[in-house]
């Protein structure tokens, strides 16, 4: 079974500030990990992922993410935040083979001061 | 070309009676997943489909929750005599589901239906 685990479920930074957003996993196999975001009562959108080939991921809306398999870590991060990335981001995990079905960690939602 | 379609997108139903919830998938989709979540929560995997299949529903509860995906028409969750433990949001994703690495990952979100007991 696999799981993930996002440290912080509420996180503050200053426009033009990093913006970095934890997230480990626990897999017994080799995963697949995401990033999404989800814009108030809205769906989520695919940030960014990884498949196994890169390990630093790069996304839209200048997000990036590497994949530490000795840290069990998928960090997201942006150099300078917007604030039209305030919002609640969500790292998910799946297996390689077989069921795509995605396993979410908790949420951060990310405020942005001006 | 319409994404992953969800109708309605707020439904509001008083304890007892049933809720219906539809999943158009992405075209050329043949695989739909459903997922909940409830408030200040991550979303959780209910059920996952295929054309007149249930091939995972290892994330449905036991009682008054069914799902469907038949030949034609949208997939359906399907929740009967609601509880206000029910409100939350149901968002259904779709992927052409071959599972390969080269093929999708992080498939198509709708933009979910709110449901919201009283």
């Known amino acids: 079974a696999q799981s993930v685990t996002q440290l912080g479920s509420h996180v503050s930074v200053s426009e033009g500030a990093l913006v970095l957003l934890r997230c480990n996993y626990s897999s017994s196999v080799p995963p697949y990990l995401f990033w999404y975001v989800q814009y108030p009562n809205q769906g989520l959108q695919l940030l960014l992922k990884y498949t196994s080939a890169a390990t630093l991921v790069k996304g839209i809306n200048g997000f990036e993410a590497e994949f530490k398999k000795s840290e069990t870590s998928f960090h997201l991060t942006k150099p300078s935040a917007h604030m039209s990335d305030a919002a609640e981001y969500f790292c998910a995990v799946r297996v390689i083979f077989g069921n795509e079905k995605l396993t979410f960690g908790t949420g951060t939602r990310l405020t942005i001061i001006p | ?118």
């Open chain 2, 1 to 118: 070309n319409a994404g992953v379609m969800q109708n309605p997108r707020h439904l509001v139903r008083r304890r007892g009676q049933e809720a219906r919830l539809r999943c158009s998938p992405m075209k050329g989709h043949s695989h739909v997943y459903w997922y909940r979540q409830l408030p200040e929560e991550g979303l959780k995997f209910m059920v996952y489909l295929q054309k007149e299949n249930i091939i995972d529903e290892s994330g449905m509860p036991k009682e008054r929750f069914s799902a469907e995906f038949p030949k034609e028409g949208p997939s359906i969750l399907r929740i009967q005599q609601v509880v206000r433990g029910d409100s939350a949001a149901y968002f259904c994703a779709s992927s052409s589901g071959t599972g390969r690495p080269s093929t999708n990952y992080g498939y198509t979100f709708g933009s979910g239906t709110r449901l919201t007991v009283v």
